[in-house]
């Protein structure tokens, strides 16, 4: 292990998701494990500029693997994006003797860590905490399996209220840039069609499925509507179309909005954060930066930040088509 890192901060960047406090937990116990300091940093990359820093051993982690959100807290920081805010990072870094840190985030949290390594030097890694599930190099992200339990949960009980009055219901579900959560979610609670960016279905396949539900004797349907799908201008606009089309429907709209992102963490997720903060703190001490961690095959792996932000992991076509199958 490399002797030169004594001191290893750890924050939280971007949107919150279920699991980050499972990750701060890890990271925190790994170095008291490992005989290393730790220090939080408070409000992801703004603390930093700020020095907003708390040294934290084992006990100060205690009882948070089950909260959700973190207790870090989270902020955006325009002034990272100057060199002049940069700076000022690396100098509270300095001045508190941190000699390297975690970053619990998404894209664009890894695209601050990876300029500021580019500029100092200064040895970063990442953990992936965004229920979108969208980041290339890990199959999973922190939260993205609580989130989908969350709307799994909230779905099914929209459709004791829509088969009780025989609605139609159009439920939206986050994922601006891509569907994960409503492919998954949508199979998961036995949607009749599933609306998705990477697939622009068109009004006209949505009528006729929906014309198909309605003869096949359903007297009442549910149809996911990721916020980025390109069917319509927004999900409130798909109602009025149907609506004008299908008279035959009583519609109705549910956004689920930020509910999405809060709840007590599932097993699975925070398994994961456990495993993927022990990953972090090992893999600097071992001298290496500038990686993400991920899980591949149930394995995790390291990927280069660089390669991390290129672009969005691609939707399961696999379950796209069992999808179709499942609405027959």
Excluded: W
């Excluded at 902020?75 to 000022?88: I, L, M, S, Y």
């Excluded at 890694?125 to 290339?136: A, E």
């Excluded at 922190?142 to 009055?165: C, M, P, Y």
């Excluded at 699975?268 to 095959?297: Q, T, Y």
Aim: hydrophobic share 40%.
């Amino acid at each position: 292990m490399a002797s030169e890192i004594k001191k290893i901060g750890v924050f939280t960047s971007g949107g919150d998701s279920p699991g980050m406090n499972a990750a701060i937990r890890s990271v925190v116990r790994t170095c008291a494990y490992l005989k290393i300091e730790c220090v939080g940093i408070y409000r992801g990359y703004q603390g930093m500029i700020e020095g907003d820093f708390k040294t934290l051993d084992a006990r100060s982690v205690n009882n948070i693997i089950n909260k959700g959100g973190t207790i870090l807290k989270s902020a955006r920081c325009e002034d990272f994006r100057t060199k002049e805010g940069r700076q000022k990072a690396y100098d509270q870094l300095i001045k508190e003797g941190i000699d390297a840190f975690v970053v619990i985030g998404g894209n664009g949290s890894f695209s601050g860590a990876l300029l500021f390594n580019e500029e100092y030097g200064f040895p970063v890694m990442g953990i992936p905490g965004t229920i979108d599930n969208d980041i290339l190099g890990s199959s999973y992200t922190l939260g993205f399996d609580t989130a989908i339990n969350t709307v799994v949960d909230a779905i099914d009980k929209i459709r004791d209220t829509a088969s009780s009055h025989n609605r139609l219901f159009f439920v939206e579900v986050m994922g601006r840039d891509v569907g994960h959560i409503a492919l998954n979610a949508g199979v998961g609670a036995g949607a009749e069609e599933i609306l998705i960016p990477e697939q622009n279905l068109g009004l006209e396949r949505l009528l006729e499925s929906l014309k198909r539900s309605k003869a096949s004797g359903k007297s009442s349907s549910i149809v996911i509507v990721a916020e980025g799908d390109k069917t319509g201008k927004n999900v409130f606009e798909l109602k009025e179309y149907v609506e004008e089309h299908l008279p035959i429907y009583d519609v109705r709209v549910s956004v689920l909005g930020h509910m999405q992102r809060g709840g007590s963490p599932t097993c699975f997720d925070r398994v994961l954060a456990s495993r993927m903060g022990v990953k972090a703190v090992e893999s600097l001490l071992e001298g290496k930066s500038n990686l993400m961690v991920g899980i591949r095959d149930t394995k995790l792996v390291l990927t280069p930040l660089a390669e991390a932000i290129k672009a969005h992991t691609e939707i399961d076509e696999e379950l796209i088509r069992v999808s179709d199958i499942m609405t027959t």
